[in-house]
């Protein structure tokens, strides 16, 4: 059974400062790895998604690693602002018509 | 890139009532569909899978016959949620995978605030 967790679970870093979130799962046996950013009280936005074949991806001031054989992925944040400040989520799926396993998420706050 | 709707995005009820949720698949056929749901503070948790033509299977814990699930068409699932309570009061998500070809995954609705008074 797939278990997703996510270190830290909080996280307060004053602005300009760059940033690791952690994400762990216990199958490796994963399709893709997706990283969402959620705001309080609003849906889902995707930000990253790393094929099970591939080892990073990269958007703008983001960057997502993946490290299947030992069950890691990082979101590095660099030059955080404020508008970063949500709530991470990373989740794995298994197959492309599987459920998605959510990790509890990393609530991020960067204060100006 | 495939979209997926949710109706209503917020619904405010008295307790007792039953609450229908729509996601639809705007550009592309789903014969499964996700419903996951978020309490406060939580991460979203995996409800019931959702089968076009055939009844839904549940997650250990959820109610099937409390959330009532119906995928009639190939860009159509609902949730019903019947006798709402405030317990039920909850973010409701649905997602749909993309059919054939490599590089594909889960597209994410908007997802469904209720609040249960």
């Known amino acids: 059974k797939q278990e997703v967790t996510q270190i830290p679970a909080a996280l307060s870093v004053p602005e300009g400062e760059n940033l690791v979130l952690n994400c762990s799962f216990t199958?490796?046996?994963?399709?893709?790895l997706q990283w969402f950013r959620q705001d309080p009280g609003k849906g889902l936005t995707s930000l990253l998604l790393?094929?099970?074949?591939?080892r990073e991806q990269t958007s703008g001031r983001l960057n997502a690693s993946l490290d299947k054989s030992s069950g890691r992925s990082t979101l590095y944040i660099a030059a955080s602002q404020p508008g970063d400040s949500a709530t991470y989520l990373c989740?794995?799926?298994?197959?492309?018509?599987?459920?998605?396993?959510f990790g509890p998420g990393t609530s991020l706050s960067v204060i100006p | 890139g495939a979209v997926v709707s949710q109706h209503p995005s917020w619904v405010i009820c008295k307790s007792g009532t039953s609450v229908k949720i729509e996601c639809r698949s705007l550009?592309?056929?789903?014969?499964?569909m996700f419903w996951y749901r978020q309490f406060p503070k939580q991460s979203l948790m995996l409800m019931a899978t959702?089968?076009?033509?055939?009844?839904?299977?549940?997650e250990q814990g959820v109610e099937k016959d409390k959330f009532l699930i119906n995928h009639a068409s190939l860009t159509l699932s609902t949730l019903t949620v019947t006798s709402a309570h405030p317990e039920d009061s909850s973010f409701y998500i649905c997602?749909?995978?993309?059919?054939?070809?490599?590089?594909?995954?889960?597209?994410f609705g908007p997802g469904t605030r209720l609040l249960v008074l």
């Open positions: 997602s749909a995978p993309t059919s054939g070809g490599a590089g594909e995954t889960q597209y």
């Open positions: 199958d490796s046996a994963i399709y893709n």
């Open positions: 790393i094929q099970s074949s591939q």
């Open positions: 989740a794995a799926l298994k197959t492309s018509y599987d459920k998605v396993i």
């Open positions: 550009d592309f056929q789903a014969t499964t």
């Open positions: 959702s089968n076009e033509g055939s009844k839904a299977t549940y």
